[in-house]
């Protein structure tokens, strides 16, 4: 784990710097995000879901500029701006031709397309790009010019040993969103460890207030509520915890008989019907409805949701998915999503100089302006962190942000794996499986896709 002790460090360095150069980031948005940081389609936009179609006017205006392509799940209006600060470090001698996919689809399109020796010249990707690199999909780019001034944290999920393979865009993280009126006007102090939480909800359903607010149907936050909980009180808290993601992704332990007691704590959210089969059954945009319509809570989300909260009036903060102690806490996150060239590019000139323009200050500051909640690995980069994050502010600023996910991904694709625990998730809610039978089923999916 020296390499993850490494990123840490780095993070806290990149952390600290952005209180004077600002990299903490609050932008616009009305998606969701899923587990990499990247956003998920809306409803709307799953309807037409395999579908794809090149942003409008993208590459309007540019005469005879060469196409540059790349597709990813971000919603074409969020890219706009990104896309127009692209072309203008491009300068006129290519241009980009974006491609909306719709995220519920975006692996396997990419991947069929890779597969076959084709695909966009830039292949963007957030936790499965390790995957990419294992599979040999991109080029390696070790000494590109461009890479100078990201901090090395930013290529946690683009290294393979020393060598390089891509670039993150920005870096995502995600924690509890709480109504601040609700808990003044039940009396109910903001929690700081887990048993406080479950003596806030406690408090809130004696009042007739429903504590929390999950979509399970198609959200995983009830995965990142329940991550949280670990990172803090296994990852972080004991000597085993920092080793055992590796060996874990490398098969030499399992979650079963290390996990289990972890899981069977965080569960009295389900024994105590806070999560429950209902939820099941909702999606996690009406969740965020009923959470901004004060119907609940909390609601277990990110910074991507902060202007659909500010614009709705409410007066709300954010704490940190929470373990028993409040000394060194995490908040979950990492690198979203990180671009690296298609080693099948028939346009490698352009392809070579779109990188050099993703990683540019003012691309980066795109991204960072057009992604609610984030911050960069890019030096140089600024934005200011809000009031709302009073209580995780000094968790950001310490670095400590991280996720299991991404070190899972050392020897597995683990996207496949988070999207297995989202789904056991919904029956653990419902109580059709245990917490044993949760952690037996990760461990079965893992044996089942581990690279070696």
Request: glycine share 10%.
């Amino acid at each position: 784990m020296e390499k993850e002790k490494t990123m840490k460090k780095k993070i806290v360095s990149l952390l600290t710097a952005a209180i004077v150069t600002a990299s903490l980031i609050v932008g616009c948005g009305n998606t969701a995000q899923d587990s990499t940081g990247g956003e998920t389609a809306s409803a709307s936009e799953t309807d037409a879901a395999g579908e794809t179609a090149p942003a409008e006017s993208e590459s309007e205006g540019w005469g005879d500029a060469q196409k540059v392509t790349f597709a990813c799940w971000y919603d074409e209006d969020d890219m706009v701006p990104i896309i127009a600060a692209i072309n203008e470090k491009l300068g006129g001698e290519y241009v980009v031709e974006y491609t909306y996919i719709a995220r519920n689809d975006y692996n396997n399109v990419l991947g069929t397309q890779l597969a076959a020796g084709e695909g966009p010249d830039i292949v963007a990707d957030g936790t499965n790009f390790p995957a990419r690199i294992k599979a040999g999909n991109v080029k390696e780019i070790t000494g590109a010019a461009y890479l100078k001034g990201i901090n090395e944290a930013g290529f946690a999920l683009c290294k393979d040993g020393d060598k390089i393979y891509g670039i993150p865009s920005y870096g995502w993280f995600s924690g509890v969103w709480y109504n601040k009126d609700i808990f003044e006007q039940n009396k109910v102090a903001v929690p700081t460890t887990f048993d406080e939480l479950v003596a806030a909800c406690d408090a809130l359903s004696a009042n007739g207030v429903q504590p929390m607010g999950f979509g399970l149907a198609d959200g995983d936050t009830g995965v990142h509520s329940l991550l949280g909980y670990i990172e803090n009180n296994f990852y972080e808290a004991s000597e085993e915890g920092k080793s055992f993601d590796e060996e874990f992704a490398k098969g030499l332990k399992t979650m079963d008989g290390t996990l289990n007691q972890y899981v069977k704590e965080w569960s009295v959210l389900v024994e105590k019907g806070y999560i429950n089969d209902t939820m099941v059954g909702i999606s996690n945009e009406q969740a965020l409805s009923d959470f901004i319509a004060g119907k609940t809570a909390i609601f277990n989300g990110g910074p991507w949701q902060y202007s659909n909260l500010q614009d709705a009036g409410m007066n709300f903060g954010m704490i940190p998915n929470l373990g028993s102690s409040t000394e060194n806490q995490y908040l979950n996150g990492g690198p979203a999503v990180n671009f690296g060239i298609n080693v099948n590019t028939k346009n490698e000139s352009g392809a070579e100089k779109l990188m050099e323009a993703l990683a540019s200050v003012e691309v980066q500051q795109a991204f960072v302006d057009a992604n609610v909640g984030g911050f960069s690995y890019k030096e140089g980069v600024k934005v200011d962190i809000p009031d709302e994050y009073e209580a995780v502010k000094d968790i950001l600023e310490n670095g400590n942000v991280a996720c299991c996910w991404d070190r899972w991904s050392v020897n597995m694709p683990s996207q496949s794996l988070f999207d297995e625990a989202v789904s056991q998730m919904q029956g653990l809610a419902a109580g059709s499986i245990t917490p044993d039978d949760f952690v037996k089923a990760l461990d079965a999916k893992a044996e089942s896709i581990r690279y070696e």
